[in-house]
């Protein structure tokens, strides 16, 4: 699609390249800071090495948009010693492998990959539903290990008030919400020695879900543009550039010209519908970066027989979570690249994650690892 558009590509590029420098003369910034709230984004723009179209002015820096790099160690944990004493678990393949805060210590089970390795019955399924069916074939007493954004959540909600759900089958609820955590990391880069977050490519997908308007807070409260952007090259070149002109007319406004053709501005009420009738928001945990609050969800009090967390009696408060020498949390903030880790490439690999933002094909480490950092 790029080849097939490159006229167009780098008419954007150039439109991109005229228009930074004055747009950072106008507002007196040092750096264009743009950030993305989406692995697939961040996917698309080093695949597609956008950042190497960028002008100095322009940074593209990834945001919190990898639902699994975000699974906090404790959730893994308990789901673990779940898994040991005898629940059968399914979980998605790139959360079996990912680590927990014991990977690498001696004597411990430092993922769910592990506890397999030593007997536990942990199943790799490609959804609930799957999961659903497996679990009702032989009724072991199994749990679901849900993780996940709004794209994700529809899923699991409709399984449970279309009463799909087995009793033999239990729901852990890991699941988070991009919005609270879109604006912790714009209000951490606004207070902090960094450069502010200057515009924002907003989730596509997310906001098939939850609508377009569900930016607005940015430009209202933060003087932020957002553009809701698709995936292709095309799409962000296209959203960096309306992101430039909003800057440079001072015209600040959540856009979804875009990506039009998927994300309604009200977004799909059957879904949002679905989760608000078999979830509740809750303060949830991110890891390496702690509590958020309202950004998570747990199952509503009427499907309290299938909460597997209410299993756990030891609910430890949060800790830092990460392995050591890991820059996930910074990473995942958008505060460093993940060449700034030391570890990068060395300790940590697709292969042999270290930490968890290497484990996902959402999460900037591995895409930075398999496709380069295009800056
Ligand atoms: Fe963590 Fe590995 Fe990324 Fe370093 S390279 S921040 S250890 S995931």
Redesign the pocket.
């Known amino acids: 699609i790029f080849r097939e558009n490159s006229e167009l590509a780098k008419k954007l590029s150039e439109e991109i390249g005229k228009l930074a420098p004055k747009v950072a003369q106008k507002n007196g910034y040092d750096r264009i800071k743009i950030m993305n709230f989406c692995g697939s984004h961040e996917w698309t723009t080093t695949h597609y090495g956008l950042r190497a179209l960028m002008p100095h002015e322009v940074e593209l820096i990834p945001g919190p948009g990898c639902p699994v790099c975000v699974t906090p160690s404790s959730d893994i944990e308990n789901v673990i010693n779940l898994a040991m004493e005898g629940y059968r678990i399914y979980t998605f393949g790139d959360v079996f492998k990912l680590p927990t805060v014991n990977h690498y210590k001696k004597n411990e089970i430092g993922s769910l990959a592990e506890a397999k390795s030593l007997g536990a019955d942990v199943r790799i399924v490609y959804s609930f539903a799957d999961a659903i069916e497996d679990a009702k074939k032989d009724g072991k007493e199994s749990i679901f290990f849900g993780v996940g954004f709004e794209t994700t959540i529809p899923s699991y909600a409709v399984l449970f008030s279309r009463n799909k759900v087995p009793k033999n089958l239990m729901f852990y609820s890991s699941t988070k919400l991009t919005a609270p955590a879109a604006e912790y990391a714009v209000k951490l880069h606004k207070s902090s020695n960094h450069t502010p977050v200057s515009g924002v490519i907003g989730p596509g997908h997310v906001s098939t879900i939850i609508g377009a308007i569900s930016w607005n807070f940015f430009p209202k409260e933060y003087h932020i543009p957002v553009v809701v952007s698709g995936f292709e090259p095309i799409d962000i070149l296209t959203g960096v550039l309306i992101i430039l002109k909003d800057l440079y007319n001072g015209n600040i406004k959540y856009t979804n010209l875009e990506y039009r053709r998927v994300a309604k501005l009200e977004g799909n009420i059957y879904a949002q519908k679905e989760i608000s009738e078999t979830f509740d928001v809750i303060d949830a945990i991110w890891r390496g970066i702690g509590v958020i609050p309202k950004s998570g969800m747990d199952l509503k009090e009427k499907y309290k027989e299938y909460n597997a967390r209410l299993l756990i009696s030891n609910n430890k408060p949060w800790d830092y979570d990460?392995?050591p020498?890991?820059?996930?949390n910074e990473?995942t903030l958008g505060l460093a690249y993940?060449t700034d880790?030391p570890?990068?490439m060395k300790?940590?690999t697709p292969a042999r994650?270290?930490?968890?933002?290497?484990v996902s094909m959402e999460?900037a480490?591995a895409v930075w690892a398999r496709f380069g950092s295009s800056q």
Not at 353 to 358: A, E, L, N
Request: glycine share 14%.
């Open positions: 990460l392995p020498g890991c820059k996930c990473v993940p880790c570890l990068f300790a940590c994650p270290w930490g968890p933002c290497m999460g480490c």
